[in-house]
């Protein structure tokens, strides 16, 4: 049997690179208040990702948002990204991605739907919140149809059952 060696190196950013030069050019972004967007580019593996990472560790009081441009060629003809104007396709990404990174509540006055985690027993009150409102109005609507459907039933345990929703009795007797 064959023994194979072989060296493996992870691309994912580590939180620990040394800055230098990138700390004090991150620090005069940040103490200028009228720099509002920063780019850090570079090629893919070049370590852009590390730094922004380490830095983040430092500052802990501030607040950052993560925006890839990356960019895959498909082998698709259709592809949007491969096709039309290059410079709505780029905003178009970054307004996608910043919107589902800010909280809904903070954008009232937007149109933006995005997901939100929806809780089981939410879901389930509200079905049975429209099942009762559709159970309700096609009983009022078809009030008529409904206490002749329960007179002609023969004598049972099911009749003696429904004839109270005919009856005057009836909470919601009409």
Do not use: C
Request: glycine share 4%.
């Amino acid at each position: 049997m064959v023994e194979k060696n072989y060296n493996f190196q992870k691309l994912t950013p580590i939180k620990n690179a040394v800055l230098k030069i990138y700390n004090d050019a991150l620090d005069f972004v940040f103490s200028n208040d009228d720099i509002k967007n920063v780019a850090i580019s570079g090629s893919y593996g070049a370590g852009k990702s590390s730094v922004v990472e380490t830095y983040k560790k430092t500052k802990s009081n501030l607040r950052f948002m993560n925006i890839s441009l990356a960019h895959f060629e498909s082998t698709s003809q259709s592809d949007t990204f491969t096709t039309g104007n290059s410079d709505s396709n780029l905003e178009g990404k970054i307004i996608n991605q910043l919107i589902h990174q800010i909280d809904p509540k903070k954008i009232p006055q937007t149109h933006f739907k995005v997901k939100q985690k929806i809780s089981r027993n939410n879901v389930i009150i509200k079905s049975l919140v429209i099942m009762i409102f559709l159970i309700l109005t096609v009983y009022i609507l078809g009030f008529n149809n409904w206490s002749e459907f329960v007179s002609s039933l023969s004598e049972s345990r099911l009749k003696s059952l429904l004839i109270y929703t005919i009856n005057s009795t009836f909470p919601f007797y009409s």
